[in-house]
Every structure is written in structure tokens, then in C-alpha cells.
């Protein structure tokens, strides 16, 4: 149980074009869906959380228009880069939790190629 | 503040030797503990979890970690290991404030000798 999946595993697009990344809990309901990202050699840096049917809490110095963050429902949460540029590029990775656990739930993550 | 520090950014060992990767935190409630491990260009996969309770963890691939409320510490440990353990591992730590919100360490690589 406790499954995150997250679509596309991987992403090459443009300079300027928008990337949408999805993030879906499998088998339970995320209440709360966070967005990290992580440069190669680093660490997660948290970007942003997100409540269902609430907006999103950004991290400090993150863009909120260039990361538009989507909690539809309880099991879905997008990430969209908007106008992607090359020193987007990295890996996102989501992650999921439900008031039962005390945990977060990771996806297997997403690398993004701004060419 | 809450943080995470593991003051080894890199750590060889030859295979079948012991393990210890340092973690220590600061955290001002009371702290929920996990250790993962990351191949390169994979995701995060969970090897144990500190809550409550018993304060040696048992997790998979034979690691196991030590919570240490006096030192805010939370090694892992792994008494002999194995070439496929090399890897980057991250300690975390989280509470019931922040909707759990983690805080993560900036990672250690192993790498282990044949």
C-alpha cells in the first residue's frame, strides 16, 4: 500500500514551453502533496506544499508563477513549469501523506530537460 | 530552527566491513525520524522509521539506526556490507506540525570497495 506514481518519468522540452507533471497517490488519499526538487549531487529542496482544494505553500524563493502547483483532488496533485528554461532542469520528485500516517510517500520522480 | 546535518558527504568501505552514517537533527517538537537511500536517477526508497517507542530501529536490508534524544542523533548502522548498498543515502526529519513536513539532510554517498 501507500503507492505514489508520478507522470512523466522523464521530460525533454524547449526553452519557453510550460511542462505539467503529475502526481497521483494509488491507493490512498493525500491530503497534503509536497513538490521537491533536487539538482544533481544535492540534497531535496522542498518547493512547495499543497492542501487538497487549497492553494499551495510556497518555500521561500520559489516562484509561485513559475511553479503553478494543482491539488484537484485527494489523489491527484500537477506541478506546472511555466515558460521552462534551461536552469529548470532538474528532478522533481512528489511526495504524499494521509492523517493515518505519520510519513511521507515519495514518487519515483521526474527529470526535467530544458533544452 | 529545524535541520538536518550529516557531516559526511562521502564514505568508502570495503565490502563485508561495518557501517555507520552520522545523522544528527534539531527539531522543536517531538521528532519523527527516517532514513532513505536513492540510486542515482531513481527516487527515494524508505529502509526504516523512528516514531516511538524502542529506540534501536530495525530496517530493510539489514540496516538498522539508533535515536539518541540526548545527542539528537539517529545513525545508521549496517554490520556488513554489500556492494549493492552503494548509494546516496539522506536522513529526515519530520512531526505532526507542518503537516509533516520534512526537513532532509544534505545526503551521504557511499561507496563500497570490492
Known amino acids: 500500500g501507500a503507492v505514489v506514481s508520478q507522470h512523466p518519468s522523464r521530460v525533454i522540452c524547449k526553452s519557453g514551453t510550460s511542462v505539467k507533471i503529475e502526481c497521483r497517490s494509488l491507493d490512498f488519499q493525500a491530503t497534503t502533496m509536497f513538490w521537491y526538487r533536487q539538482f544533481p549531487k544535492q540534497s531535496l529542496m522542498l518547493m512547495a506544499t499543497?492542501?487538497?482544494?487549497?492553494?499551495?505553500?510556497?518555500e521561500q524563493g520559489v516562484e509561485k508563477d513559475k511553479f503553478l502547483i494543482n491539488h484537484a483532488s485527494l489523489t491527484l496533485s500537477t506541478l506546472t513549469v511555466t515558460s521552462a528554461h534551461p536552469e529548470d532542469s532538474s528532478f522533481y520528485i512528489c511526495s504524499a501523506r494521509t492523517n493515518i500516517y505519520n510519513e511521507q510517500f515519495f514518487g519515483p520522480g521526474t527529470r526535467l530537460t530544458v533544452l | 530552527a529545524q535541520s538536518v546535518t550529516q557531516p559526511d558527504i562521502h564514505i568508502t568501505v570495503s565490502e563485508g566491513a561495518s557501517l555507520e552514517l552520522r545523522c544528527n537533527y534539531s527539531y522543536g517538537a517531538t521528532p519523527y525520524l527516517f532514513w532513505y537511500v536513492q540510486s542515482p536517477g531513481q527516487g527515494l526508497q524508505l529502509l526504516l522509521k523512528y516514531f516511538s517507542g524502542d529506540t534501536l530501529v530495525q530496517g530493510i536490508k539489514g540496516f538498522e539506526a539508533e535515536f539518541k534524544r540526548s545527542q539528537s542523533s539517529f545513525n545508521l548502522r549496517k554490520p556488513s556490507v554489500h556492494w549493492s548498498d552503494a548509494a546516496e543515502y539522506f536522513c529526515?526529519?519530520?512531526?505532526?506540525?507542518?503537516?509533516?513536513?520534512?526537513?532532509f539532510g544534505s545526503g551521504t554517498k557511499l561507496n563500497v570497495k570490492p
Open positions: 499543497s492542501n487538497e482544494g487549497s492553494k499551495a505553500t510556497y
Open positions: 529526515a526529519v519530520g512531526g505532526k506540525d507542518n503537516f509533516n513536513k520534512f526537513y
